[in-house]
């Protein structure tokens, strides 16, 4: 009997290999079926925990934290509207059906929820998957791939020197309401001009300004910041200007330079100044009034404009990389398109000091002839 042709030479014969080819085409075929199936078909178990219990074991491992509260509301939102929701179904497709309801919901001053508000939320939603997941509740995050919303968190505000003049003389403004006219003690006058003073002038975090300590004060105006009073943990020195240390000589004279006036009494009465001043028709489009630490970014953007050193600006506010002072100098591209401006100035006006045109390069023969010519000699 002849045996076939692949056996005896071991080859394969064309038949063969068309069965091959036809074989694999059909496993890639099956192998495509069997994935969109899988992701068309529901895995989730009945038992699988939904957010509203990730929401309650979670909770109890971040009582301790300081950020607590903020977490706590951050997630409200999304346990209120799908807590009963699976926490492997909560996709990026769901995700975004649910900022399509939460833009449709008034915040408490009346308007929609901020895009970077829902950005906050989504982070705070990423981090609750994650502790589920390092905890063995969830295989894998579900919104791994979903990505926030674009916006403009770079605020742009800044005060110049004349407008903090402003707003330092309507601090004799803001007087207590509830006393008689003629009977207030001008305590919230004094307050105020020291603190805005203090966020200007030395570009102190509010909290820094708030938790100054007269025995920290030098007779120079030298303070020593603790690394346990700073925000990045770093110690650091800054120095208070003459009419800082006038102000705080002005308050009572307690250990504190606020003495036990309340943080948010201090946010209140800067309130209450800012719209006694006018200075909320100054923000920079889309937003809507001034911050206290837009106080911090016109002090480091007025000293940029007077010639300070990029690192002395950095080594005030406290930052470690020159890129975040950079967020800080918002009044950075105004003069660079002044600079410009007077230089372009100066040359349509001084013709003579105009730059001389390039001579044109010759070209390669003329290169070559001369380089010629110069061998010849």
Known sequence: MALAPSVVGGGDCEECVRLREQVRRLTLVAQDQAKALAELTDDVPPWAPSLAILYWQYGPTRWHSKSWVTECNRLKPLIRLLGDLPAAKLSPLVWAQHVSR?????????????????????A?????????????????NPLSS?????????RETWLPLPDVDRLLAACDDVVDKRRTEGDDDGLRAKALRAFVLLCHDSMLRAGEAYGL?????????????????TKGQKRRAVFLTPRTLEAIRDMPPHALVFGDIGRKALARWFRQLCVVAGVDSLVAPGEKRV???????????????????????????????????????????????????????????????????????????????????????
Request: proline share 4%.
């Open 102 to 122: 939460r833009k449709l919901e008034p915040h408490y001053r009346g308007d929609a929820p901020a895009d970077f508000l829902l950005n906050l939320e989504l």
């Open 124 to 140: 705070r939603a990423k981090q609750l998957l994650n502790w589920a997941v390092g905890n063995k509740m969830l295989k894998y």
């Open 146 to 154: 979903a990505k926030p919303l674009k916006t403009v968190s770079r």
């Open 213 to 229: 300590r007269r025995d920290r004060i030098s007779p120079d105006g030298r303070v020593e910041l603790a690394s346990r009073t």
């Open 291 to 377: 911050r206290l630490h837009d106080l911090r970014a016109s002090g480091a953007s007025t000293a940029d404009e007077n010639g300070a050193r990029a690192t002395a600006i950095r080594d005030t506010l406290g930052h470690a990389q020159l890129s975040t002072t950079e967020v800080y100098l918002r009044s950075a591209q105004s003069e660079n398109a002044r600079s410009a401006m007077e230089v372009m100035d100066v040359a349509v006006r001084r013709p003579a000091l105009r730059a001389p045109h390039k001579k044109v390069n010759a070209s390669r023969a003329t290169k070559q002839n001369f380089v010629a010519r110069k061998l010849e000699r």
